[in-house]
């Protein structure tokens, strides 16, 4: 099954958590299992915080992209669309926030579960959870809002 992921056109597809065009980044992915979305990602040694456990801002990044993916598929599924169609929502994280409950052991797939359970206007808000070994190891939600059509239009005057 063709992930969300897959069908971000080029120029939104480089993004470190889900572009499939950052040879650098995660590159998640993230398809529909009912009403809930589903990623799974198997950490590498390098995302170590302590041994034996995940960087928290890991897990962060991948509840973040999770659940901006889920709220772009979401918006489709609500209008009847297929992920392809014209024109796309895009979605950038407004805000983000994680509960961290429990250290998440590095060895074995993590699995990321999320639900949108508000769309208004131009905004989604979504719930996640991230999941080590069947167990629930960090919550998240995160309020995602449709790109901005003049989004990055005018970027900040570097430092000096
Ligand atoms: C690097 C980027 C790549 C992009 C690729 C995209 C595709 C791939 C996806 C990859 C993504 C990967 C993830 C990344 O890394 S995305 C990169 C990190 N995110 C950003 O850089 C976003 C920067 N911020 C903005 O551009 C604007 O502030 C946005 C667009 C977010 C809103 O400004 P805008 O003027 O357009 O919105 P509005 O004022 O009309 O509000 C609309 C609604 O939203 C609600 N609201 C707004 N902000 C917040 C907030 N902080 N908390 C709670 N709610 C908030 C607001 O109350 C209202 O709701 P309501 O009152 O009507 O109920």
């Known amino acids: 099954m ?3 992921q897959d069908h971000y056109p080029d120029a939104v597809a480089h993004c470190f958590g889900c572009g499939r065009l950052n040879a650098h980044g995660h590159q998640i992915k993230t398809v529909w299992n009912g009403d809930e979305t589903v990623t799974r990602f198997t950490p590498e040694p390098y995302h ?3 041994p034996g456990f995940v960087y928290g801002g ?3 990044s991948l509840i973040d992209c999770h659940s ?3 709220a772009a598929a979401a918006m489709y599924r609500q209008d009847g669309r297929g992920l392809d169609t014209l024109p796309p929502f ?4 407004g805000s983000l926030h ?3 409950l429990k250290p998440t052991p590095i060895d074995g797939a993590l699995e990321i579960r999320g639900r949108a359970v508000e769309i208004k206007g131009r905004k989604v808000v979504v719930e996640t959870e991230l999941r080590a070994g069947g167990v629930v190891t960090a919550r998240g939600t995160v309020v995602a809002v449709q790109m901005p059509a003049d989004f990055g239009a005018a970027p ?3 430092h000096r």
């Open 2 to 4: 063709d992930a969300f």
């Open 48 to 50: 170590t915080a302590i």
């Open 58 to 60: 890991l897990v962060a």
């Open 68 to 70: 901006t993916a889920t």
């Open 90 to 93: 895009r979605f950038v994280t």
């Open 98 to 100: 994680v509960d961290y």
């Open 156 to 158: 900040p005057a570097p």
